[in-house]
């Protein structure tokens, strides 16, 4: 019987010992789950050092709802608001996370796109699609934005578009199109000013291309991006009888030479 007696004590301990576990895995699954959506807008706000805020969260991690603001910087003087608001799911997969932005303000359909997390940064793969943001959604980003402040309408167009980190360079792949849209700027009475296509292509030594479709205000340019920044060479004029209503913008935006603004990036 005293043989009986001491096997059983280490069968029983073990058995709780798994209960226990049990009871922890569940409770770290539930919380999980359960994780509240202003944990989110905590994570997105340090990730975009206050650039990008999600306001008002409500729901959890995975399935919630809530205001969007792009803003100059943490304190920045300049925010602008997304109107209405976004809702979103996030579902994990094997590889990362399969997420859809439901943004009835910008885009028809839902975007989605694929995050991946890497060794040394993320992989985001998105689903081709379209959307139309307002320009004026630029002046939160600071400046040259906020002084500019750009009104008009910006379709962009998403073709097997992938964004990778790796420590601290950005490798782009796809393309992706922005067409702004009877474009206007508080520093002109012109309105609008012009409409613009800006193509990015990616690839080992990615390419962004900026083109005038119409207008008072011819933009061309061409520039590349090293993985780090962009190094753009463009130049800007106005259309013959344009000149005066466009001097004050001509020489903000770049630096003049006779009737050209020579614009310089990076």
Request: aromatic share 8%; hydrophobic share 45%.
């Amino acid at each position: 019987m005293a043989t009986r007696r001491d096997l059983s004590a280490p069968r029983a301990a073990t058995g709780r010992g798994w209960a226990l576990l049990g009871v922890l895995l569940g409770a770290l699954l539930a919380f999980s789950l359960y994780a509240p959506a202003r944990w989110l807008a905590a994570g997105l706000a340090r990730w975009s050092d206050g650039h990008l805020q999600l306001v008002n969260a409500r729901g959890t991690v995975w399935n919630g709802t809530g205001g969007v603001v792009f803003a100059s910087g943490a304190g920045g003087a300049e925010a602008i608001s997304l109107p209405g608001t976004v809702a979103w799911t996030l579902r994990p997969r094997w590889d990362g996370v399969a997420a859809t932005l439901q943004i009835p303000c910008c885009a028809p359909q839902p975007l989605q796109f694929r995050a991946q997390p890497r060794p040394s940064g993320l992989r985001l793969a998105w689903a081709d699609g379209r959307s139309r943001w307002p320009a004026a959604l630029l002046s939160g980003f600071g400046a040259p934005w906020n002084t500019l402040k750009p009104e008009g309408v910006l379709d962009l167009s998403m073709q097997a578009f992938v964004m990778q980190w790796s420590g601290q360079q950005l490798r782009l792949a796809g393309r992706a199109t922005l067409d702004a849209m009877d474009i206007s700027s508080s520093l002109s009475t012109l309105k609008p000013m012009g409409s613009y296509r800006i193509t990015l292509e990616g690839g080992p030594s990615p390419t962004l291309l900026l083109t005038t479709r119409e207008g008072s205000l011819q933009l061309n340019g061409s520039g590349r991006w090293n993985g780090r920044a962009l190094r753009f060479d463009g130049e800007a004029s106005a259309a013959p009888g344009r000149e005066d209503a466009l001097s004050n913008l001509l020489n903000i935006i770049g630096r003049r030479e006779g009737a050209r603004s020579i614009i310089t990036l990076g």
